[in-house]
Structures are given as C-alpha cells and as structure tokens.
C-alpha cells in the first residue's frame, strides 16, 4: 500500500519511516510538512494510507481532511491524546501517540490492510469483482431486506460513516462500502464524485445552479440537493463541456 507521511516536525517522519521499514507491504511514497502540503501531494500521488499528525502550523490535520473529496484510509500521529474521541468521529482507523510503539503501529497497519481486504471485494455489498456498468444488475441488502437493481436506477450514493446510503426508488439501504470502494468500481462516465460525502449519477440530474465558494448545487431528479465542491466544480465542467 502507498503511503503519505504529513507532519511538521521531520524528526517524527523520519521515525516513523524508519519504523515503517518492517512492513514489506507500507511504501512510503512521500513526505509532507503542513497541511497545504500534504493536500497537494494526496491529489496527485493518490496514496492509500496517510500518516496525519494533528498540530501543524497554519491548519490542523482535521483541517486537512475536511478539505479533501477523497480521503485515504487515516492512521494519526499524535503527542496528544485529547483528540482520540474526534479522530474516530472522521473515521480514522487509529490514533498513535507519539513516541509511536512498534506493536501499536503493526496493530494499525493490520486495521488498514483488513478495510483494503474488504474494499477490494472480499465483503458482502454491492460492488462484486469487476468493473461495472450503468446497465449491470447488482444485489444489494440490507438486514433482512434484499433488491437486484440496475446501476442506472441508482441516483445517489451517500457516505455515512464506514456505510454509504444507496438512494434507488424510495428505497435508502446502507451497505458496508466506502464512497472510495465503490468509486473505483463505478463508470466515472456516469457516475461523479460530487464531494466527500456524495457521488452521483449524472444522467438522473434535473437543475444545476450556482452555489457559494465557487461551487454549483445540483439538484436529481429524486428531489435531493447536492454540493458539488469547489475543486470536482472544476472536473465537473470539464466533463460536461463540448
């Protein structure tokens, strides 16, 4: 797995690299040291892991990830542990305090090789293995209750913490998928990363208008107001342009 390392003090990345190296599966790919930083090389590099320190200078790494569309699984590295509560609130899956321990680092690589196990199609939901078009059928269930629907019915996904909302009919199941699992396994032709917490189907869009930041506000056909952020405003023209 590629991995990013954001923290303002480079004796703690070069730590935390060194101990990286007992992990034949960790490629530290880059480094970062501050939040602005880190944004930059998260888009272009495209890591799957981040090592996010809190403090920094300037923004917080919650700041960070506030600020991304698409967030890599998130281990953070901290002196304080008066963040932990809030940590999992945005759905990391740990908290090291500094000086990281060996054993508590390999428990957090585990975490994230276990949710990469499940994202790539080794869990019941509605991604199976293979790419997937508008026209495919897929099985989705929820608790007791279980629908075949074709892709091209479903207007909307939306994150809910460790499940995405799946908006087909009047029906809204949860399954056990990240908005990134079912990213990479949906037809970006049809289906577009709205924000962080939205991917939606573009053929079911009825209004699009102006919103405020630079951003636009969709509106589908199934009466849901969506944001599309200030950076995917940008792809999202591109996309819909002559």
């Known amino acids: 797995m590629k991995a990013i390392i954001i923290d303002d003090e480079r004796l703690a990345r070069t730590e935390l690299k060194k101990l990286l190296q007992e992990f034949a599966d960790v490629l530290v790919i880059e480094e970062a040291a501050n939040v602005n930083e880190g944004i930059e090389k998260i888009d272009l590099l495209n890591p799957d892991l981040i090592f996010l320190d809190i403090q920094m200078p300037g923004k917080t790494g919650f700041d960070l990830l506030a600020e991304l569309d698409k967030t890599p699984h998130v281990i953070f590295t901290t002196a304080y542990d008066e963040y932990a509560l809030k940590a999992f609130e945005v759905n990391a899956l740990d908290y090291l305090l500094k000086p990281i321990e060996p054993k508590r680092l390999s428990d957090a690589i585990h975490k994230v ?8 199609g080794e869990e019941h939901g509605i991604v199976n293995r293979g790419p997937l078009t508008e026209n495919d059928q897929v099985f989705v269930k929820d608790g007791e209750r279980c629908w075949f629907v074709k892709l091209n019915e479903i207007r909307l996904f939306e994150s809910v913490g460790n499940y995405a909302k799946v908006f087909f009919a009047s029906n809204k199941p949860l399954i056990l998928k990240s908005l990134n699992a079912l990213e990479e396994r949906l037809d970006e032709k049809v289906f577009f ?10 053929r079911w869009i009825e209004k699009i208008e102006p919103y405020f930041n630079g951003g636009l506000l969709v509106e589908l056909k199934g009466g849901e107001k969506i944001e599309v952020s200030r950076r995917q405003t940008v792809k999202f023209k591109e996309m819909m342009s002559f």
């Open 113 to 120: 090789q276990y949710e990469m196990s499940k994202e790539s």
């Open 193 to 202: 990363r709205a924000n962080r917490k939205h991917i939606i189907n573009l």
